[in-house]
């Protein structure tokens, strides 16, 4: 894994938490979190026209988010043009196909043995995680989609309501790797769900690497510092995929409370992706995805 010289995140924020209060959060997922204090939800100040700084440095929405990419991300490099064409059109023409569900197993020894097992062709997994409501399912849709179509291709079920996802749900992309897309942890989740999730993450064998998905616009909750935590705490290598960015109003606020929060010096090195899934007229384009696609490329080692 990447790491600097810091082990936790209890230093870079104000929110001290015990990552071994982790399961109170995903287990027990029904209780109420607190507001966020990291990244708060990010509000247009009244004091300033909409995106005036951003503008007056010629940047507009997308380019705001596009470069917001790259600068959060310099520890990387940046792939050539070629390589991203090449996973880009891997996923434009994957075939995805749904394989199976693994969900509401309560008897410890059945539990284990089906996550140390694998059905079908062994391949690379990567995990989708998040709390209720984060856009996990429709950034796999998102994921799958070419960028000359505005509607997304629909492999995952997608809604607005909280707790949608009711299993782990597993997808075979192109028959190169799996998407395991988790319950959300949080509000309309259940115990069941969250002890699941937590035996996958610590013992699949297949997983190699974690995105944990936080809404732009409401930001990092002690809940979600506590995943980063848990999965520091079990050597679970993972990149943090902020969604819902054409949400955001104030894109200056953003930056500022994203540099205050101080989350690009924790110590495995996350890259930190900005995406949106949906076209709207505050961003009618698809931003962050190709990222997204070569970080999960590299992590499965098809790069």
């Given at each position: 894994?990447?790491?600097?010289?810091?082990n936790?995140?209890?230093?870079?924020?104000?929110?001290?938490?015990?990552?071994?209060?982790?399961?109170?959060?995903?287990?027990?997922?029904?209780e109420?979190?607190?507001?966020?204090?990291?990244?708060?939800?990010?509000?247009?100040?009244?004091?300033?026209?909409?995106?005036?700084?951003?503008?007056?440095?010629?940047?507009?929405s997308?380019?705001?988010?596009?470069?917001?990419?790259?600068?959060?991300?310099l520890?990387?490099?940046?792939?050539?043009?070629?390589?991203?064409?090449?996973v880009?059109?891997?996923?434009?023409?994957?075939?995805?196909?749904?394989?199976?569900?693994?969900?509401?197993?309560?008897?410890?020894?059945?539990?284990?043995?089906?996550?140390?097992?694998?059905k079908g062709?062994?391949l690379?997994?990567?995990?989708?995680?998040?709390?209720?409501?984060?856009?996990?399912?429709?950034?796999?849709?998102?994921?799958?989609?070419?960028?000359?179509?505005?509607?997304?291709?629909v492999?995952?079920?997608?809604?607005?309501?909280?707790?949608?996802?009711e299993?782990?749900?597993?997808?075979?992309?192109?028959d190169?790797f799996?998407?395991?897309?988790?319950?959300?942890?949080?509000?309309k989740s259940?115990?069941?769900?969250?002890?699941?999730?937590?035996?996958?993450?610590?013992?699949?064998?297949?997983?190699?690497?974690?995105?944990?998905?936080?809404?732009?616009?409401?930001?990092?909750?002690?809940?979600?510092l506590?995943?980063?935590?848990?999965?520091?705490?079990i050597?679970?290598?993972?990149?943090?995929?902020?969604t819902?960015?054409?949400?955001?109003?104030?894109?200056?606020?953003?930056?500022?409370?994203l540099?205050?929060?101080?989350i690009?010096?924790?110590?495995?090195?996350?890259?930190?992706?900005?995406?949106?899934?949906?076209?709207?007229?505050r961003?009618?384009?698809?931003?962050?995805?190709?990222?997204?696609?070569?970080?999960?490329?590299?992590?499965?080692?098809?790069?």
């Open positions: 894994m990447r790491h600097r010289t810091s936790h995140i209890h230093s870079l924020v104000s929110v001290k938490v015990s990552s071994l209060k982790v399961k109170n959060i995903i287990e027990n997922c029904a109420k979190i607190a507001k966020p204090t990291a990244i708060p939800s990010v509000k247009r100040s009244k004091k300033l026209s909409k995106n005036e700084n951003v503008r007056s440095l010629g940047l507009d997308v380019e705001f988010w596009s470069s917001l990419n790259v600068s959060s991300n520890e990387y490099g940046q792939p050539t043009k070629k390589k991203i064409n090449h880009n059109h891997f996923f434009n023409s994957a075939a995805v196909t749904y394989e199976w569900s693994e969900s509401h197993l309560s008897d410890e020894a059945f539990l284990t043995s089906a996550i140390s097992s694998s062709k062994v690379p997994e990567i995990a989708f995680l998040g709390r209720s409501n984060a856009g996990k399912s429709t950034l796999l849709n998102s994921l799958i989609t070419s960028f000359k179509k505005n509607d997304l291709n492999a995952a079920r997608m809604s607005n309501k909280p707790g949608f996802t299993a782990l749900n597993f997808y075979n992309i192109g190169k799996r998407l395991v897309d988790t319950p959300g942890y949080g509000y259940t115990d069941n769900q969250g002890h699941f999730t937590m035996h996958y993450l610590t013992r699949r064998q297949e997983l190699v690497r974690c995105y944990l998905l936080i809404p732009a616009n409401h930001g990092i909750l002690p809940s979600d506590l995943v980063m935590n848990s999965l520091m705490d050597g679970r290598p993972f990149e943090i995929v902020f819902k960015i054409d949400k955001v109003k104030d894109l200056n606020k953003f930056r500022e409370v540099d205050e929060s101080k690009k010096e924790l110590a495995t090195l996350p890259r930190l992706i900005f995406t949106n899934s949906l076209l709207s007229r961003c009618p384009k698809r931003v962050g995805v190709d990222h997204l696609r070569y970080s999960i490329f590299e992590s499965c080692k098809l790069t």
